[in-house]
């Protein structure tokens, strides 16, 4: 839901697996997990293999997990599974990123949990420190984690500022004043990245 804008925080892995009803059988797995996660400083960023994937046939993450997750410190969270009850999630302010929507639970169920998982080609394990916005996600190395969060909020506000500000102004302009905005705008977007970082970004 790329309308929330950007997230940073550290992830807490999560495996599922939908398609297999035996997991159901061990009853006190949600709360098991719920207390691993509970006991994760934040802010976190829950990270959630599905073991089906690419053939997504239900999920755990609706607006009663999303609510729940939110509760106990997450701020989103990032799947290469499906999601469900996204207005609901929107109303919430729970950011996410998944593979696709999905309407069912199916039997999803906590299956394994603060171990290295593997979505969208990348590898992430509990406590590394994530960055995702509506471009994808990325592992933050520790020499580099100081002041992201500062940096990613004012490259999120630049960008909307500035280029995407003027892309969507098109009321009355013709192409050519479209282009010729565009070109300003970038402008404006490299020069306020250089003087808070120190470097003009992608303009």
Avoid at 150 to 164: K, L, P, R, Y
Wanted: charged share 25%.
């Amino acid at each position: 839901m790329p309308q929330f804008g950007a997230m940073v925080g550290y992830a807490v892995t999560l495996e599922v697996d939908p398609n297999n009803p035996a997991h159901m059988e061990r009853k006190d797995a949600p709360q098991e997990y719920r207390a691993y996660l509970e006991s994760v400083p934040g802010p976190k960023i829950v990270v959630v293999k599905d073991v089906n994937s690419p053939d997504i046939i239900g999920t755990y993450f609706g607006e009663v997990n999303a609510s729940l997750h939110r509760a106990l410190g997450c701020v989103g969270m990032i799947t290469d599974g499906g999601i469900r009850d996204v207005v609901e999630m929107e109303s919430l302010g729970y950011k996410a990123l998944a593979k696709r929507l999905c309407v069912g639970h199916a039997y999803a169920w906590p299956v394994r949990w603060g171990h290295e998982v593997e979505v969208f080609g990348l590898k992430v394990s509990s406590g590394q420190l994530l960055h995702a916005d509506r471009h994808g996600f990325m592992v933050i190395p520790e020499e580099d984690q100081a002041r992201v969060l500062e940096a990613t909020e004012f490259m999120d506000a630049n960008e909307c500022n500035s280029v995407i500000d003027a892309s969507q102004q098109l009321r009355g302009r013709s192409m050519n004043e479209t282009r010729a905005a565009m070109v300003e705008a970038e402008k404006k977007f490299g020069a306020a990245a250089r003087k808070k970082l120190g470097r003009s970004g992608e303009w």
